[in-house]
């Protein structure tokens, strides 16, 4: 039985559609890729698999469950989201967030235990951040911040973790270092669903992807299957070559950035 | 800190007890309060006049001020964590242009003949009337966005106050009454007023307490503190609900009373952090023991009584420019 199962779900703001009969299947131990242009529905399809909107059609259910019998705290024992865009209205300091990942964890009137803590600490060092944990949540520059944000997704310690676009305002060295962190995650038997826009970043790290095309699932599998020159045209309209890359060793795809002179 | 504070409150009420008109010590204030309470006669020694200005007339008002302030500050720190912004307070959902409305209401067509609870009553329907409007207004599709809740807000107390307006030009020589309950007051509160308040203010601070967690969690942002478990949209719309009940309260028993509820979060923010548990406790102390000061600076110690709601803001708005200068300062070094 998947984890997480979606059966032809629909969504529509309104008038406008933005999802047809998506399905797709997550289970224990991989690293799902969910790519697409900009307002393919990404966000939407992330939505709609954490009950943060009901599909118009379609089901969707969690360990063999209907999605929307579970309560919230309980879903959220069963997966957590590193949002893309993170604001915070007070001044909390690093720990104290990272220590909020534990909220559905730890009864309303209890204060946090050894295990809340040795979890907060073990995300915070995963993600390099340790040594900011005094400091204000406002006094960060914006890499520190998304990976406090991780680190507390981490911290949830859930089956099922959920990154939107996560490191889309990230430099290099630390969207590797987010990855890598999910990647270890899902070896430990985890799961790992990545909204993701760098074509390249997803081939490196995914098992499985799932392609969208204005709000239809055109596509799913491994990423040198998926992620291929004619493919990669039709969704995106930009030519490109792919093949295995010896110093990566994974699925590169190269892409043409300039009009080619005759 | 909030035995510091429950402490500072102690004294405080007892030494604003004493002052006034009749000088009491804070020593026979305690032995008046106590007799009243073990239902003993007074010690020897102590003029029975004392016993009835200190039980029937002082502890009254001092009372209502403490529970109002304190309840303005829960309020304020309520509002403040649902909205996600620190400029909120407990009016800015329009509470208090409604309560004023009805207050008003009441007032021009000389409704207090029948009981002297009839303009609080009409100050209270006026509030919860507003809430409700302004709910309605911003909820599209059953959703409460902050930034909509605050338009909203602003939006229906800009209707208000033209009513407000309009109904001062009704009112010819009406209009002084009108202008004065506006500006709030605590004289000749009695002990319903209490009870009232005091009703008021415990469900608000359980409340509030109850929720002190989700407030945490809920700074986050909605996706976020969604995904961490919390029910945001609901605790959104309950806590909204509590915070302007209580603050409706308030205002239909002392007027409109600004700052106490702005400021008092901000100032003990500084001091303990923004974890809300500790949080509204602490308003809670800190926003009495304000409110009581203020209103023994107006009762007691000037030559002739300003309204409370003038002398807070009087007070606090300066009190806030510096904060407010404060951080911006500290935000730039």
């Not at chain 2, 009254?60 to 307070?89: K, W």
């Not at chain 2, 029948?114 to 609080?120: A, D, E, G, L, R």
């Amino acid at each position: 039985m998947p984890f997480l199962e979606a059966r032809r779900i629909s969504y529509a703001y309104g008038e406008r559609q933005v999802l047809r009969d998506v399905s797709l299947a997550l289970k224990s131990g991989r690293f799902y890729g969910l790519l697409g242009p900009n307002g393919s529905g990404k966000t939407t399809l992330l939505d709609l698999l954490i009950a943060n909107r009901q599909p118009a059609a379609g089901a969707i259910s969690l360990q063999g469950r209907e999605l929307g019998s579970y309560s919230r705290p309980d879903l959220a024992r069963q997966m957590a989201l590193v949002p893309q865009e993170f604001g915070l209205g007070f001044d909390f300091q690093v720990g104290e967030v990272v220590l909020m990942g534990r909220h559905p964890h730890i009864p309303r009137f209890a204060t946090p235990g050894l295990k809340d803590l040795a979890l907060s600490r073990r995300a915070m060092a995963d993600l390099g951040v340790e040594h900011l944990q005094e400091r204000l949540m406002t006094a960060l520059s914006g890499g520190e911040k998304q990976r406090v944000v991780a680190a507390r997704a981490l911290a949830q310690d859930t089956p099922l973790l959920i990154m939107d676009e996560a490191t889309a305002n990230l430099d290099i060295q630390h969207t590797i270092q987010i990855f890598q962190v999910a990647r270890r995650k899902v070896e430990a038997g985890g799961i790992v669903l990545a909204a993701i826009h760098d074509l390249n970043l997803a081939a490196a790290f995914c098992d499985e992807i799932f392609l969208l095309k204005e709000g239809a699932l055109r596509a799913a599998g491994r990423p040198e299957e998926i992620l291929v020159p004619a493919m990669i045209a039709e969704v995106y309209g930009i030519p490109c070559q792919a093949a295995f890359n010896d110093f990566n060793h994974s699925h590169q795809i190269s892409f043409q950035w300039q009009q080619q002179r005759p | 800190m909030i035995t510091t504070l429950s402490l500072v409150l102690l004294l405080a009420i007892l030494l604003s007890a004493g002052m006034g008109y009749l000088a009491i010590t804070p020593l026979e204030v305690a032995q008046i309060i106590w007799a009243r309470i073990s239902g003993a006669s007074l010690p020897a020694g102590i003029d029975p006049t004392f016993g009835y200005v200190v039980w029937d007339v002082r502890l009254p008002r001092i009372l209502t001020a403490v529970l109002v302030g304190g309840s303005l500050a829960v309020a304020g720190v309520l509002f403040q964590a649902i909205l996600l912004n620190p400029l909120a307070d407990p009016y800015t959902l329009g509470v208090s242009s409604g309560a004023a409305f009805g207050a008003s209401l009441a007032l021009l067509i000389n409704i207090a003949f029948i009981s002297v609870y009839s303009v609080p009553l009409f100050a209270f329907v006026g509030a919860v009337a507003t809430l409700f409007v302004v709910l309605a207004l911003a909820s599209v599709d059953g959703r409460l966005g902050t930034s909509s809740l605050i338009l909203s807000g602003v939006i229906v107390a800009a209707i208000l106050s033209a009513g407000i307006g309009f109904i001062k030009h009704l009112a010819d020589e009406q209009v002084a009454v009108i202008i004065f309950w506006l500006m709030g007051s605590f004289a000749s509160r009695t002990w319903p007023h209490v009870g009232l308040v005091l009703g008021a203010a415990v469900a608000g601070l359980l409340i509030a307490f109850y929720y002190g967690r989700d407030l945490n969690i809920m700074a986050l942002g909605q996706r976020s503190s969604d995904s961490l478990g919390v029910d945001t949209a609901r605790t959104r719309k309950i806590l909204l609900v509590v915070g302007s009940l209580v603050t409706a309260t308030c205002v239909s028993v002392s007027g409109i009373i600004g700052f106490i509820g702005l400021i008092t979060p901000h100032l003990m923010r500084f001091i303990v952090g923004p974890d809300n548990r500790k949080l509204v406790p602490v308003s809670f102390l800190a926003g009495a023991i304000l409110l009581l000061g203020a209103d023994t600076l107006t009762r007691a110690v000037l030559p002739s009584e300003v309204p409370i709601g003038v002398l807070t803001a009087l007070i606090g708005g300066p009190f806030f420019c510096y904060i407010f200068r404060r951080k911006q300062l500290h935000a730039l070094s």
